[in-house]
């Protein structure tokens, strides 16, 4: 089977997770390769890939000068599949929270059974994360409501990041109102999506907490989140595309 597959992964202090998390995806079949948007992590992270992606044609890394945020690393990405010609292109975090092994799941959904985005969720059937302190959960699980609520998008898990799409809703997506760094983006790809009618498949995931390094999450990110929820609910209203 050929390659048809692109899974962007932004990293930012990664390199406890990014070898063996580059060696589970390919694994998953020859169908995926792997872009890598790196921003010039202090730990080296984008070394240790630049030197896999010397070896293996299936890896490629995207290094930026500097920590400009995991939106505008999915954006350069994006830019970066559809210039390639990929047919379906995923999101994937680095820490291990999400399993390579749902990929070809999405795949399936995305190639098969005519799915222009394939999500993952969360909270689809339950509640299905595994060692978070009740604190994040709560966080997770409540700004999930809202952010529902206020911009009307029927997708139980609105900030996930992890999910595939079929190239024409990248295509079709206007890149330069999507403002967001942090789950704010996820919001805003999803809303975006929602509204341009694309056929949309959840796919209940169980999302485990990283594995090694630290979060990056933070209150900024947060209050990012909910003000974007504010302006989605606005163009809900005023019905702006
Ligand atoms: N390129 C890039 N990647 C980032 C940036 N911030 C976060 N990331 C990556 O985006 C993914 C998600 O970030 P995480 O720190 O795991 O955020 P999270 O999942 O909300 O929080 P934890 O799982 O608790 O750490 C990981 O692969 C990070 O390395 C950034 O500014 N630039
Ligand atoms: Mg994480």
Not at 81 to 110: G, Q
Not at 111 to 138: C, H, Q, T
């Amino acid at each position: 089977m050929g390659v048809d597959s692109l899974v962007i992964i932004p990293t930012y202090n990664e390199k406890e997770n990014i070898k063996e998390l580059i060696k589970e995806v390919l694994h998953q079949g020859d169908e995926f390769e792997i872009l890598i948007v790196d921003d010039n992590s202090p730990d080296k992270t984008g070394n240790i890939v630049l030197e896999i992606s010397k070896k293996d044609q299936r890896v490629h890394l995207i290094e930026r000068r500097d920590k400009l945020g995991l939106g505008t690393a999915y954006i350069e990405g994006f830019k970066y599949a559809l210039e390639n010609d990929y047919e379906f292109i995923y999101e994937m975090d680095a820490d291990f929270s999400h399993d390579p092994s749902v990929l070809p799941v999405f795949r399936k959904y995305l190639k098969e059974e005519g799915f222009d985005m394939a999500i993952g969720s969360r909270y689809k059937d339950g509640v299905n994360v595994v060692n978070w302190p009740m604190s994040r959960l709560i966080l997770s699980y409540c700004a999930n409501f809202f952010a529902k609520t206020i911009t009307g998008a029927p997708i139980s898990d609105l900030t996930s990041g992890f999910k595939g799409f079929r190239r024409k809703v990248l295509e079709s997506l206007n890149f330069d109102i999507i403002k967001a760094d942090g789950y704010g983006f996820q919001i805003e790809v999803h809303f975006y999506s929602y509204r341009k009618n694309f056929r949309i498949k959840e796919v209940p995931i169980i999302f485990i907490d990283r594995r090694s390094g630290h979060s990056k999450m933070s209150k900024k990110i947060v209050w990012e989140a909910f003000w974007i929820v504010w302006g989605l609910g606005f163009r809900r209203l005023f019905r702006v595309s």
